[in-house]
């Protein structure tokens, strides 16, 4: 019969990348790509072994559609595995009054009438049950190592259904019996946390079709626990060859699909004409150079630029480069809690320097203060989200809790007019030009630029720019995780990335910066 489908579960959202990635940030610094601008064109002619290649443009087949979405499948569920430790399966609970749930319990109902039709028929009619108990062969099956050989030959005599249709034509079918052996064999086989699910079995007194039907919902779970214990068993194996499995996933993808990495070249495209346009206008430079000549950014700063756009990406205009897709969730998470964290910052930042001196000093106030505001932001990522409503009744709240403060200083209250000016100002964070806004924000990218360009990120963790102090904490977590991603992600793909910017700046990008003898002294070549 149809049986439950499973899905991935996390019981945190990508909490534990950090540890799991931590080794990452060594191996991405030992890459060849120089954060010295002057050192961009040695940068690309090291390691060409592991250049990533790309097939001319073809035409697709569907089984290479296939290939191809299996591929990106087990990419993405080995990079979970790998990055979260809470990472488990569970059998799927379709949502309640869902039309797909309907369709299955319909269906599952009619296959348990039909079984319970023929089972009560004088005589008894075995079709149905005799498929049911094939399908909880092959499933009891599945769950032996390879050298049960011993338990696998006494299931399929037990089970087996030519015997068991022998049996039906003369009427002398112990289905009662056969339950019973099932049930004992799955104790053997589950894990100690099914010992209760297993007992009930045994001591069911329900209907031969209710056991049944009990004893499904057990190997659902079975089945849950059996992949649950592989993905543990594998995740050390995987860790020790994340890098180049993955690699060779993507590579394989890239063989089959060219335009895998368009999304991606538009990324880096961005970050790198954002740099040259930024890039001082041309001067007479003795610095090996030439004259009118600027040096070209390196490729490790294009990328952190690039990987600094994505904290702020909006999602609903395009979608991530390839290579993040697979940390899509984690980098949600992380801009969604950056979003509400500047919010905090701001309003925080606004009511301190409008009230002045009587609330300084007052760490426990700045504390229930920041609690009160994260409850009234939570959600505001949300469509359905109003801001602006938000953000007055965060005024209100900050109000009362001030006053409350001021008069048990024996200071005097609010007044009213400075109430309506504080309410306007932290209402006004909702426009782009706020001037606190711009503030909070840069500071927050001043913080994250000097994670990435560190080459031990861990040493500045701690230091939050001036003004932050009151969501360090939250950048610290943030920070980390961030950073984790991003060196993993640089490991994994960086030929990928070293190919498109080469191509970038010295196929159909601007000019060189060195003289022509230079250039062809820095051409791309194997070592």
């Not at 595995?81 to 319909?106: C, G, Y």
């Not at 696998?152 to 022998?166: F, K, P, Y």
Request: charged residues 25%; hydrophobic residues 35%; negative net charge.
């Amino acid at each position: 019969m149809p049986l439950n489908d499973e899905r991935p579960t996390s019981t945190s959202s990508g909490e534990d990348q950090g540890s799991d990635a931590e080794s990452s940030s060594e191996r991405c610094n030992s890459m060849t790509m120089g954060s010295d601008p002057e050192s961009s064109r040695e940068s690309f002619t090291s390691d060409c072994s592991s250049t990533p290649s790309s097939s001319p443009p073809k035409t697709i087949t569907l089984d290479e559609v296939m290939d191809t979405a299996k591929d990106l499948f087990n990419l993405s569920l080995s990079h979970e595995i790998i990055m979260n430790r809470s990472f488990h399966l569970e059998p799927r609970n379709l949502p309640q009054n869902s039309l797909w749930k309907a369709v299955r319990d319909n269906m599952h109902k009619a296959f348990w009438d039909i079984l319970e039709t023929e089972l009560n028929d004088d005589p008894p009619e075995y079709g149905q049950a005799i498929r049911l108990l094939e399908e909880i062969r092959e499933i009891l099956l599945s769950f032996l190592n390879p050298g049960a050989n011993r338990m696998r030959t006494q299931i399929m005599e037990v089970l087996d259904t030519d015997l068991i249709r022998q049996q039906a034509d003369n009427d002398a079918v112990d289905i009662q019996g056969l339950a019973s052996y099932i049930i004992s064999t799955m104790g053997k086989m589950c894990a100690p946390v099914r010992d209760d699910e297993i007992k009930k079995l045994r001591e069911s007194t329900d209907n031969i079709v209710t056991l049944f039907r009990e004893i499904f919902r057990v190997l659902d779970l079975m089945k849950a626990d059996f992949v649950n214990f592989t993905i543990e068993n594998l995740r050390p194996l995987l860790q020790r060859h994340s890098v180049e499995y993955e690699r060779a996933v993507f590579q394989s993808i890239l063989d089959k699909t060219p335009s895998a990495l368009d999304n991606t070249t538009s990324w880096i495209k961005l970050a790198l004409e954002e740099l040259l346009s930024a890039t001082a206008p041309p001067t007479e430079q003795n610095n090996g150079h030439g004259k009118g000549q600027r040096p070209l950014p390196g490729p490790l700063q294009v990328l952190n630029v690039a990987f600094l756009h994505v904290l702020t990406w909006d999602y609903s205009k395009s979608p991530l480069p390839e290579t993040l897709m697979t940390d899509e969730n984690r980098l949600r998470d992380i801009q969604r809690q950056l979003q509400q964290c500047q919010a905090v910052n701001e309003v925080l930042s606004i009511v301190f320097s409008t009230i002045g001196g009587p609330i300084q000093g007052l760490p426990a106030l700045s504390d229930r203060l920041k609690r009160m505001i994260n409850v009234l932001l939570d959600g505001m990522h949300t469509p359905s989200f109003n801001l602006e409503e938000s953000l007055e009744g965060v005024s209100a709240q900050i109000c009362c809790e001030l006053n409350k403060s001021l008069t048990e200083r024996d200071y005097p209250a609010l007044t009213p007019a400075l109430q309506a000016t504080l309410k306007g100002q932290i209402c006004s964070i909702t426009q782009k030009d706020n001037p606190i806004r711009t503030l909070v924000e840069d500071r927050v990218q001043q913080y994250f630029v000097a994670l990435l360009s560190h080459p031990k990120p861990q040493d500045k963790l701690e230091q939050v720019p001036a003004g932050l102090l009151a969501i360090k904490p939250e950048l610290v977590s943030m920070g980390s995780k961030f950073v984790s991603l991003v060196n993993y992600n640089k490991t994994v793909y960086g030929p990928f990335y070293v190919d498109i910017i080469r191509k970038l700046m010295f196929s159909d990008g601007p000019p060189a910066a060195g003289p022509p003898q230079d250039r062809a002294h820095n051409s791309v070549a194997p070592n």
